[in-house]
């Protein structure tokens, strides 16, 4: 794990820092901080409030499976740091909700694309849990770059806390994944790879068609969208599927 300056005040990761470490360091960093100002509202166009519904039920999940999963792989240091994860997954549905409500909006009960990713991420066991969960988070860190570019106040700072978190969540999926392939077959492992870029580039273009609004209400088009994602996607295959750890991410 190496070093990283995000210009955000939140602590970033080092080389002599485990995650739990830097999980509990960024919590406590967040609580001294406090929440951004939501009595100032917020004025967002329909295409940005309904594409921020649909990412909030996605932030929402309790992530007990997962941490069952972290658990049975018996690593505490892990199963501990996964604990951590999900709380700031947590947070993220929490902030999103607060910006709806200063907004004058409301959450949603669920839909249609969150069932669907959940189903994909309980396929399998915890490779596949976490592969699919990488997806979400490589498609977070264009969505929320994008939304941070917002002239709207509250929009602009929850999209920047939350992508600041996404940073270090795909560079800890990306660790432990690599980890879990460590021993596969290189052919098998390349095999791998391919699949799972195939299908993070499918979830991309269905992402981008589906909250194409928001995007163009920020100034993205679906194409340049696309491209980022991919880019970062196939960044992310190569630190897991080809024994490159660290993984190279822009803002």
């Known amino acids: 794990m190496t070093g990283r300056g995000d210009g955000t005040g939140l602590p970033a990761i080092t080389e002599a820092m485990t995650w739990t470490e830097l999980f509990s360091d960024r919590a406590r960093h967040r609580a001294e901080v406090g929440d951004p100002d939501w009595h100032r509202g917020s004025t967002l166009p329909p295409s940005i409030v309904a594409s921020l519904q649909r990412f909030q039920v996605g932030e929402s999940g309790d992530g007990a499976r997962l941490i ?133 580039a499918v979830v991309a273009v269905v992402v981008a068609l589906d909250h194409g609004g928001a995007l163009r209400a920020v100034g993205r088009s679906r194409g340049r969208f696309i491209r980022s994602c991919v880019h970062l996607m196939s960044d992310f295959r190569t630190g897991v599927f080809a024994g490159r750890r660290e993984v190279a991410l822009t803002k």
């Open 68 to 200: 069952g999963l972290a658990d049975a792989a018996g690593d505490p240091e892990y199963a501990q740091a996964v604990r951590m994860f999900v709380a700031e997954e947590n947070n993220h549905a929490r902030l999103l909700a607060e910006l709806l409500s200063a907004a004058g909006e409301t959450t949603l009960a669920g839909h249609w694309s969150d069932q669907v990713f959940v189903w994909c991420r309980r396929a399998l066991g915890l490779r596949c849990e976490l592969l699919v969960l990488s997806v979400a988070e490589l498609i977070a860190l264009e969505y929320y770059g994008a939304l941070a570019t917002s002239p709207d106040h509250l929009l602009h700072e929850v999209s920047a806390r939350i992508l600041d978190d996404e940073v270090h969540h795909v560079r800890f999926q990306e660790e432990r994944s690599a980890a879990g392939f460590a021993d596969t077959p290189p052919r098998l492992r390349g095999m791998a790879g391919a699949v799972w870029l195939a299908f993070a």
